[in-house]
């Protein structure tokens, strides 16, 4: 079992950046942490979850990224810290949600736009106002 715990929401203006970072505990050591492809979630109330970023197994060369946030959005994968983390930058109203962050066992970062993840986190509330 992979637990991942999601820090660093807040409420920001527009325009401002916010960093987001998920932490991997559980059933997974660096080397094990490695073999996961690692994506961020958002949803708002009422909408279903959409895929924002994804970073895929291994070296972290392979991230992927919504049409909506591309250069603004930036995320990372640091595999000796069993972290990923989100930069995300010129932030909009419309980037209002509860992000998410997910896992997935050896996939592609493009994958992670298309299957279901294997695991969640509880999500953080990122709020930005105008």
């Known amino acids: 079992q992979v637990e991942l715990v999601e820090s660093g929401g807040g409420l920001v203006q527009t325009g401002d950046s916010l960093r987001l970072s998920c932490r991997a505990s559980?059933?997974?050591?660096?080397?094990?942490?490695?073999?996961?492809?690692m994506a961020w979630f958002r949803q708002v109330p009422g909408r279903e979850r959409e895929f924002v970023a994804s970073?895929?197994?291994?070296?972290?060369?392979?991230?992927h990224y919504a049409e909506s946030v591309k250069g603004r959005f930036t995320v990372s994968k640091d595999n000796a810290k069993k972290t990923v983390d989100l930069q995300m930058n010129d932030l909009k109203v419309e980037d209002t949600a509860v992000y998410y962050c997910?896992?997935?066992?050896?996939?592609?970062?493009?994958?992670?736009?298309?299957?279901?993840?294997?695991?969640w986190g509880q999500g953080t509330q990122v709020n930005v106002s105008s």
């Open positions: 997910a896992a997935t066992p050896m996939s592609s970062a493009q994958a992670m736009n298309k299957v279901t993840p294997n695991y």
């Open positions: 559980g059933r997974t050591g660096a080397a094990y942490f490695r073999n996961y492809g």
């Open positions: 970073v895929g197994w291994g070296e972290n060369t392979d991230t």
